[in-house]
């Protein structure tokens, strides 16, 4: 069964700080990974989506890494900001012909003044 | 470009109620999901489209639920009767090649 497993579940950090999300996967066969932020409220946005073939992809002071032998990955974000509160869900997509995504059920993070 | 657009954006409705929720996808997305949020099970795929027709609706729950695709610019997701399980964030997303793009949802509560 595809699964996507994150952690931690929620994290708590002061501004300005430093934090690495994981996410760990069981999904055949593998197309892409793509991580997504959510504020509350809204709907998902997509912050880097990586192939079989790509290690790391950053979007500004988030850099995801993938290591698509041990089926890990991580998103790493640099001198946080109050408004980097939010979840974060890790997505991997399979190719069936049709591309079906499985969600992580997200890291919610708080970013404390 | 105004983005996928959602209505309502929040819906309390009675068991047994009819509830019709709406979706606009981004003009020239060839495919189009429906998903549901709950904070147990996260985000889940209820059916897709693409190029208006169903592909795969093997995550509707049950016969309750249907959606239509009538036209490129207009999905409708609609549960008859509703219960309290149904109560979700429904979210509607487009899609053009590997990009997806989600709608602010709808917060739907069955009392």
Redesign the interface.
């Known amino acids: 069964k595809n699964q996507v497993e994150q952690s931690p579940q929620s994290l708590i950090i002061l501004e300005g700080k430093n934090c690495t999300l994981q996410c760990n996967y069981t999904v055949s066969p593998f197309s ?1 990974l793509r991580w997504y932020k959510q504020d509350t ?6 912050l880097t ?1 990586m192939t079989f073939s790509e290690n790391t992809k950053s979007n500004g002071r988030y850099t995801a890494t993938l290591d698509a032998d041990t089926k890990q990955s991580s998103l790493h974000i640099t001198a946080s900001q109050l408004s980097d509160s939010a979840s974060y ?1 890790c997505v991997v997509s399979a190719d069936f012909g ?1 591309e ?2 499985t ?4 890291t919610r993070l708080t970013i404390i003044p | 470009d105004a983005g ?1 657009i959602q209505s309502p954006r929040h819906e309390v409705t009675e068991m047994g109620q009819e509830v019709t929720l709406r979706c606009k996808p981004i003009s020239g997305h060839n495919s189009l999901f429906w998903y549901r949020q709950t904070m147990m ?5 209820l059916i897709y489209f ?1 190029n208006n027709v169903p ?2 609706d093997s995550g509707m729950p049950e016969d309750r639920f249907s959606a239509k695709m009538p036209n490129a610019s207009f999905s409708t997701l609609k549960i008859q009767p509703s219960e309290p399980r149904d109560s979700a964030v429904y ?1 509607c ?1 487009s899609r053009v090649g ?3 793009t ?4 709808t917060r739907l509560t069955v009392v």
């Open positions: 892409n409220g809204r709907g998902p946005v997509s989506i869900i049709n079906k995504l969600f992580g059920t997200g | 996928v099970r996260g985000l889940e795929l693409n592909i795969d979210f997303a590997y990009g997806y989600f709608g602010s949802g």
